[in-house]
């Protein structure tokens, strides 16, 4: 890992001089990076979400498709009603009112279902990227307290500060993919709000099924459809003979559509099904990261007391040293692959 050119000349006094003057130097250092932080913009999760969602011109375009084809169909809805019941002699009669009534209803559901599924997608994006950001501001944070656990260098070694330079590259990487679907200029930082889904309750898997089969827009547009079809069925029924053409159309209509609806079923349940297995799966990772982490500091506390009394070498101490920050890091990440797990649940289900 680290060089083991280091010798074993600090004595037990040379060390306690330099954690001495190592904290007199680390929280001048802390104070001015609060200092910077604070005079940052401030923002949560939820204010990053409102924010893409406002800004976004295709989402606003939706929007406003989905207005307009709300009050066209309420002008259909208006004049279907008008026609009265015991007014309809004819086939052709009853479409005027039931069917289109009927794909009026239909064209509201789905324009805003296309416009939910757009928001729900921008969600996620936003929900990543900010969780990205974040993440890798925790790495920073537990490298730069693992060179400061280096007081014993006489600075910080070459790999440390390539490390350092890595994360650092790649949090201006994720900035930029966060101020992009923000319609910020790249570079903007921003004060983020820490953000964890630990606490999450994981419905079970019935729950979420039921929820997903309600919510989701593609689910909605297939059952839009039955619902159309079965109009089909039953105006034929009443006002035409079942057996006649369209009554054939419509029947043939009617199981292409359950058909459909089913396939759709189908696909809803692999894919949610899939995203709610790795919320299973990133928990428990996460909770043995965590466990790991926390053995490693017990480790190196002990280590570093040791170290003191000359019990543990100099190069011992920097290899327990190692799998600390390893430990952090990997914890670190797992935190992270959780809270994206679930947010891609979330989605999932109402996508």
């Known amino acids: 890992m680290q060089s083991k050119l280091f010798r074993h000349i600090y004595s037990t006094t040379l060390v306690t001089t330099l954690l001495a003057s190592s904290s007199l130097a680390f929280p001048s250092a802390h104070v001015s990076a609060a200092a910077e932080q604070a005079n940052l913009a401030s923002i949560t999760i939820d204010q ?119 994360l650092q590259t790649s949090h201006q990487e994720a900035l930029a993919k966060l101020n992009d679907l923000l319609l910020e200029v790249p570079d903007k930082e921003w004060n983020l709000s820490a953000y964890d889904l630990i606490q999450y309750q994981l419905p079970t898997w019935e729950e979420v099924q039921s929820i997903a089969y309600e919510k989701r827009p593609d689910m909605i547009k297939a059952e839009e459809e039955r619902k159309l079809a079965e109009v089909k069925v039953a105006i034929v029924a009443k006002y035409s003979l079942s057996s006649s053409y369209d009554g054939k159309i419509a029947r043939n209509n009617l199981k292409k559509a359950e058909i459909l609806l089913q396939r759709t079923k189908s696909t809803v349940d692999k894919e949610v099904k899939e995203h709610y297995e790795k919320v299973i799966s990133a928990k428990k990772v996460m909770e043995d990261s ?37 430990s952090e890091t990997k914890a670190a990440d797992s935190l992270h692959q959780y809270n994206v797990a679930v947010v891609t649940l979330k989605q999932s289900i109402d996508n």
């Open 290 to 326: 965590q466990a790991t982490k926390d053995a490693a500091q017990k480790h190196y506390d002990q280590a570093w007391s040791d170290y003191l009394n000359r019990k543990v070498t100099l190069d011992e101490l920097i290899d327990i040293e190692a799998k600390l920050l390893d």
């Open 48 to 166: 990053a979400i409102e924010k893409a969602l406002n800004n976004n011109a295709d989402l606003e375009l939706l929007r406003l498709a989905a207005d307009t084809t709300y009050y066209d169909s309420l002008i259909t809805l208006r004049d279907s009603q008008a026609i009265k019941e015991d007014s309809i002699y004819t086939f052709k009669d009853a479409q005027s009112k039931y069917k289109k009534a009927a794909e009026a209803k239909k064209d509201i559901a789905a324009s805003k279902a296309t416009m939910d599924a757009l928001k729900s997608s921008l969600r996620l994006q936003v929900e990543k990227a900010y969780l990205e950001v974040l993440s890798l501001e925790t790495k920073i944070k537990l490298q730069r307290q693992s060179i400061q656990r280096h007081y014993w260098y006489p600075s910080p070694n070459a790999e440390a500060k390539e490390a350092l330079a890595k």
